[in-house]
């Protein structure tokens, strides 16, 4: 039996069912345009958004990227003016120098931290800290949303808006410029159904499939590199209000997951399981699945297939900075794939950039990596 054909018209598709493709969805139609928000998972923001710290960044991660720590800090007070009930404000968040193979030393990073102008004051004594093994502590003022509340909140939100379709479980087939216009094939991957749309302007906000996405439009591609993630969560009865990173290099951190009572440990050298260079992200581990490609993802927290835990290798690491009496309990890990521009390898910059590779019709792609950005939208889209 042949499947049935839609046609619809609308000013906005947005691809991509994460924060920034909701948030751009949402800021659209509050403008006034008619937007079909469309994420080949069967539930929106399932990876990169809820895999990650949570750390609400202020500037202090990125001593290296002056212009990605200015950017953090110019976003965070609007972002928890609006998430301030998904927000943990209440723990002491230090930044700390390992003594041995940091990039940044203590008076460099107190330097970076004048220059930007955020808070930080050395702290000489602590009674959780190894000072044996650290060069210098810094208290600092950094606060930790929850993903898990916001992507509940976002995904309410968009699923009720007025002049949002949300399209999930959706796969784009094909698509081409006709005249001003975009005009695109997207099949519903439950039923089989083609769907016709055609859109004066195309907002690619799909991470790490974004070249996926721009090659199917005939566009250009940027150049990415990918990693299999996994964020570990443990829980201390000693660390529950405290959050601990150290700087800058081959390290790790520590910090409260927004409200949900663990912490989220991440560790520079045993984070990231599996990296690709290609354009789109290549892993051996694709062979093994037919619903998992360089051009279409799978979520990996749900893969048997997944990468191995390091959560010992990071707990290990982590309890070099901390006093024999803090106990560390391993509760489970998380993982996604995590990308970023090559270009950015040297200096750990995190921009966000949002290129229009093609002005008529439109073709925006959003590529970010930190959740306070979700505003840039704003200054560059044209309605």
């Given at each position: 039996?042949?499947?049935?054909?839609?046609?619809?018209?609308?000013?906005?598709?947005?691809?991509?069912?994460?924060?920034?493709?909701?948030?751009?969805?949402?800021?659209?139609?509050?403008?006034?345009?008619?937007?079909?928000?469309?994420?080949?998972?069967?539930?929106?923001?399932?990876?990169?958004?809820?895999?990650?710290?949570?750390?609400?960044?202020?500037?202090?991660?990125?001593?290296?990227?002056?212009?990605?720590?200015?950017?953090?800090?110019?976003?965070?007070?609007?972002?928890?003016?609006?998430?301030?009930?998904?927000?943990?404000?209440?723990?002491?968040?230090?930044?700390?120098?390992?003594?041995?193979?940091?990039?940044?030393?203590?008076?460099?990073?107190?330097?970076?931290?004048?220059?930007?102008?955020?808070?930080?004051?050395?702290?000489?004594?602590?009674?959780?800290?190894?000072?044996?093994?650290?060069?210098?502590?810094?208290?600092?003022?950094?606060?930790?949303?929850?993903?898990?509340?916001?992507?509940?909140?976002?995904?309410?939100?968009?699923?009720?808006?007025?002049?949002?379709?949300?399209?999930?479980?959706?796969?784009?087939?094909?698509?081409?410029?006709?005249?001003?216009?975009?005009?695109?094939?997207?099949?519903?991957?439950?039923?089989?159904?083609?769907?016709?749309?055609?859109?004066?302007?195309?907002i690619n906000a799909t991470y790490s499939a974004s070249n996926a996405i721009n090659q199917l439009f005939g566009l250009e591609e940027i150049n990415l590199?990918?990693?299999?993630?996994?964020?570990?969560?443990?829980?201390?009865?000693?660390?529950?209000?405290?959050?601990?990173?150290?700087?800058?290099?081959?390290?790790?951190?520590?910090?409260?997951?927004?409200?949900?009572?663990?912490?989220?440990?991440?560790?520079?050298?045993?984070?990231?399981?599996?990296?690709?260079?290609?354009?789109?992200?290549?892993?051996?581990?694709?062979?093994?699945?037919?619903?998992?490609?360089?051009?279409?993802?799978?979520?990996?927290?749900?893969?048997?297939?997944?990468?191995?835990?390091?959560?010992?290798?990071?707990?290990?690491?982590?309890?070099?900075?901390?006093?024999?009496?803090?106990?560390?309990?391993?509760?489970?890990?998380?993982?996604?794939?995590?990308?970023?521009?090559?270009?950015?390898?040297?200096?750990?910059?995190?921009?966000?950039?949002?290129?229009?590779?093609?002005?008529?019709?439109?073709?925006?792609?959003?590529?970010?990596?930190?959740?306070?950005?979700?505003?840039?939208?704003?200054?560059?889209?044209?309605?």
């Amino acid at each position: 039996m042949a499947a049935s054909t839609e046609q619809i018209s609308v000013d906005f598709l947005v691809v991509g069912g994460g924060i920034f493709g909701v948030y751009a969805a949402l800021y659209l139609a509050s403008q006034g345009c008619q937007v079909v928000l469309v994420e080949k998972e069967k539930k929106l923001m399932q990876k990169a958004s809820v895999v990650n710290q949570a750390r609400l960044h202020s500037g202090y991660h990125y001593p290296r990227s002056v212009a990605t720590a200015r950017m953090s800090d110019e976003n965070k007070a609007r972002f928890t003016r609006d998430h301030q009930d998904f927000i943990l404000f209440d723990f002491a968040k230090y930044y700390a120098i390992d003594r041995y193979g940091s990039l940044t030393d203590a008076a460099q990073f107190e330097r970076f931290c004048r220059y930007i102008d955020i808070p930080c004051k050395p702290v000489n004594k602590h009674p959780l800290f190894n000072y044996h093994r650290l060069e210098a502590v810094f208290e600092t003022q950094e606060y930790t949303f929850d993903p898990q509340l916001i992507a509940a909140y976002y995904r309410e939100k968009v699923n009720s808006a007025v002049g949002v379709d949300v399209w999930s479980y959706h796969q784009i087939e094909a698509a081409g410029a006709v005249g001003e216009a975009w005009e695109i094939e997207i099949r519903s991957l439950e039923n089989q159904n083609l769907k016709k749309v055609r859109a004066r302007q195309i907002i690619n906000a799909t991470y790490s499939a974004s070249n996926a996405i721009n090659q199917l439009f005939g566009l250009e591609e940027i150049n990415l590199m990918h990693e299999i993630s996994e964020m570990a969560f443990v829980s201390s009865p000693q660390l529950k209000n405290i959050g601990l990173t150290i700087m800058d290099g081959p390290f790790g951190s520590i910090m409260p997951y927004g409200k949900s009572g663990l912490l989220s440990l991440s560790s520079v050298a045993y984070t990231h399981h599996k990296v690709s260079y290609a354009a789109q992200p290549t892993f051996d581990c694709q062979s093994f699945r037919e619903d998992c490609s360089p051009g279409f993802t799978s979520v990996c927290n749900y893969c048997e297939f997944r990468p191995r835990s390091n959560y010992q290798k990071m707990l290990a690491q982590m309890r070099q900075y901390l006093t024999d009496e803090v106990a560390l309990h391993y509760f489970t890990s998380m993982y996604t794939i995590k990308s970023k521009l090559r270009a950015n390898h040297i200096d750990d910059g995190r921009p966000t950039e949002i290129g229009l590779l093609s002005k008529n019709p439109r073709f925006y792609c959003i590529f970010a990596g930190k959740i306070n950005s979700i505003y840039e939208i704003e200054k560059v889209v044209e309605l």
